[in-house]
């Protein structure tokens, strides 16, 4: 296969990937929606706002404000925000999206970055990456290594021996692993949290 062959096939496989991908991840989001409210904001100190219209400054995907009912609202005074697709909570300085709650919280949040064209006229495309985040209880939410993942599971066997086969910790891995098999993740933490 020459390279133009090559790049051909790539051009077709990762849009369909990314739509899949794409599919799983907002199923899930959906999930961890909290109803009867549809739109709410969770301030820092604990009081929980409900409304009707919701709007983001640039989106959900960094430090910006959230206006509920007119109302706005500056990141710093909030815990969490829910709108018509997903709970967010608030990690560093970015909202991360509920993919699982329970006895471990998965959340997670996307990063892109540049992909050149094969030639200077070619339009620049960006490739995503998806960061977990994970919350054990009430603790603090923090992106962990596999090893931490495979630590933190270590209180069901089964949940910790399936992640290990997949992922195996300790051994030099692709940094999008993790991205690559979200549903190998759910279904750990989902064992987990139902035990």
Known sequence: MN?????????????IVSCVMSKTYT??????????????????????????????SGGLSFSG?????????QFDELLNVQDRHAYYAKFN???VKQLKRGKI????????????GSTPSAPTRYVYTQHFVFQKGDGPLQELSKEAISEM???NREA????????????KWLPKQ?????????EVVDMYNNS
């Open 65 to 73: 404000w959230v206006k509920l009912d007119g109302q706005k609202y």
């Open 160 to 171: 910790q021996a399936k992640f290990d086969a997949q992922f195996h910790p300790g051994q």
């Open 105 to 116: 919280n998965l959340y997670y949040f996307e990063t892109s970055s540049p992909m050149m």
């Open 93 to 95: 300085n970015l909202w």
């Open 27 to 56: 199923d899930e989001e959906k999930k961890m929606r909290m109803e009867p409210d549809q739109y709410f904001v969770i301030k820092t100190n604990g009081e929980k706002v409900t409304g009707n219209k919701i709007s983001l």
């Open 3 to 15: 390279r133009s062959t090559s790049l051909l096939a790539l051009a077709l496989i990762l849009p």
């Open 178 to 186: 993790l991205q690559n098999h979200p549903q190998v993740l759910f």
């Open 153 to 155: 599971l270590s209180g």
